[in-house]
């Protein structure tokens, strides 16, 4: 950690605020992301010492507390066979000291080979539920809602599956602006419906699915899987190579 350190000039919480002021200058800070890393797996003193840093912000940058929210990000989830899983329990916690938090889940996002970091589609998706989680928390403060709620009305997303090509398992991901009766189903190049995976109602909110292909189910080739809504239908190309 010194050398890391080091890169921070020695005072990297000094640097934070540096930056932070600089942003002031130019605009407004709305809220504070925090991502957690691997290093304090195991403690339970966590949430008080988020709490500290996050009250001395709110001093050194003269912001209110009841307008700047604290979004905390899980670390690799149990159900990708993280290997620091264990902290989000803890994470989980922090509301408890810190009122104004938030937890933005890592479930279903998906990571690397070393099962300790999200490799670029769980980070982008995860980046995706913090933009999400922030914007309900505009809305609901009456900060820009006009804003907010055009951006939310057109916010169905349906991303591609991950990994693709693909085999015997892949994740597919989308994110709903409203809670509505959802289907995804997979298909066939000649349209024929193979399965559905998903046909329920759901919440506002971002989702991951896994797609698993029983080994005599079907074969090798292209396939397509479409998210459909009352208001909103995209399907998106995926490969199966066994």
């Not at 002021?21 to 290093?39: C, M, V």
């Not at 966590?46 to 929210?69: C, F, G, H, Q, R």
């Not at 998906?110 to 490799?119: E, G, M, P, S």
């Not at 080739?221 to 239908?233: A, E």
């Amino acid at each position: 950690m010194k050398n890391i350190i080091t890169e921070y000039g020695g005072n990297p919480y000094g640097r934070l605020v540096e930056i932070a002021k600089l942003a002031q200058k130019d605009g407004i800070i709305k809220g504070i992301l925090l991502h957690q890393g691997e290093s304090n797996t195991g403690d339970n003193q966590w949430p008080s010492k988020v709490k500290k840093i996050y009250n001395n912000l709110m001093t050194d940058l003269e912001l209110d507390p009841a307008k700047v929210p604290l979004l905390a990000g899980e670390v690799v989830n149990a159900d990708q066979g993280g290997i620091c899983a264990s902290v989000n329990s803890i994470i989980a916690k922090l509301p408890q000291t810190l009122p104004n938090s938030y937890v933005i889940s890592s479930k279903g996002c998906t990571d690397a080979t070393d099962n300790l970091h999200f490799n670029s589609a769980g980070y982008r998706e995860l980046g995706k539920r913090y933009a999400v989680k922030m914007l309900s928390i505009l809305k609901s403060q009456n900060t820009d809602v006009d804003e907010t709620e055009s951006i939310l009305k057109d916010s169905y997303k349906l991303n591609q599956n991950y990994p693709n090509p693909f085999n015997p398992t892949t994740v597919i991901s989308y994110q709903l602006p409203k809670s509505e009766y959802v289907s995804l189903k997979i298909y066939d190049v000649l349209g024929n419906e193979i399965t559905t995976v998903v046909n329920e109602y759901k919440q506002a909110g971002n989702y991951s699915v896994e797609f698993r292909v029983k080994s005599d189910e079907i074969s090798s080739g292209i396939y397509f899987y479409r998210l459909t809504t009352g208001n909103f239908s995209e399907s998106k190309k995926m490969i199966l190579i066994k």
